[in-house]
T-cell receptor, first 116, second 110 residues
Framework: DVKVTQSSRYLVKRTGEKVFLECVQD?????MFWYRQDPGLGLRLIYFSYDVKMKEKGDIPEGYSVSREKKERFSLILESASTNQTSMYLCASSLSGHAPRDTEAFFGQGTRLTVV | LAKTTQPISMDSYEGQEVNITCSHNNIATNDYITWYQQFPSQGPRFIIQGYKTKVTNEVASLFIPADRKSSTLSLPRVSLSDTAVYYCLVASSGNTPLVFGKGTRLSVIA
């Protein structure tokens, strides 16, 4: 089974801190994604990466950056955490082939981040 | 990127069939339609995917009309454990982002 692991389930940080959220997948997937989920807003894409050192902005990249130095690891960075970044963060991965099921995304359990 | 529109919420009694419709008017030729299910405090998980006509698996059926501008997820005889948020997604394979919408919150009532 594909496993996507996020480093923390719960995290509490102070305003202004630099925050790192880590995600690791074990199935050699090319694509990796970071989403945030807030009540009533669904899943919103922050960034995605389709290869090592490659990144593309999603719908809400402001206040975030990402790093992908190795294929299996995709990090989300909050440069200076703010209270409006309190949210559930979900990481996902998928293949980038052209078979239909290659669009299937596998998600981690999520990190609930609280910024105080 | 094709955007999708779904009802915000639906209620159903146990044992009923539930149909959730998703509109995707700008779907591209290479796009597949995929549905995900998300339980509280978990990440979404894949339940079914299709390109056209009808697809059925052990969990659900997916109906897609010829113009592919909409799709309907059908859950037969729902139970309380089917209470979840259901997301419709259209995407082509390759290096494309997977953009989810707000989903449909299904509440199954005893």
């Amino acid at each position: 089974d594909v496993k996507v692991t996020q480093s923390s389930r719960y995290l509490v940080k102070r305003t202004g801190e630099k925050v790192f959220l880590e995600c690791v997948q074990d199935m050699d997937h090319e694509n990796m994604f970071w989403y945030r989920q807030d009540p009533g807003l669904g899943l919103r894409l922050i960034y995605f990466s389709y290869d090592v050192k490659m990144k593309e902005k999603g719908d809400i990249p402001e206040g975030y950056s990402v790093s992908r130095e190795k294929k299996e690891r995709f990090s989300l960075i909050l440069e200076s955490a703010s209270t409006n970044q309190t949210s559930m963060y979900l990481c996902a991965s998928s293949l980038s082939g052209h078979a239909p099921r290659d669009t299937e995304a596998f998600f981690g359990q999520g990190t609930r981040l609280t910024v105080v | 990127l094709a955007k999708t529109t779904q009802p915000i919420s639906m209620d159903s009694y146990e044992g009923q069939e539930v149909n959730i419709t998703c509109s995707h008017n700008n779907i591209a030729t290479n796009d597949y339609i995929t549905w995900y299910q998300q339980f509280p405090s978990q990440g979404p998980r894949f339940i079914i995917q299709g390109y056209k006509t009808k697809v059925t698996n052990e969990v659900a059926s997916l109906f897609i009309p010829a113009d592919r501008k909409s799709s309907t997820l059908s859950l037969p005889r729902v139970s309380l454990s089917d209470t979840a948020v259901y997301y419709c997604l259209v995407a082509s394979s390759g290096n494309t982002p997977l953009v989810f919408g707000k989903g449909t919150r299904l509440s199954v009532i005893a």
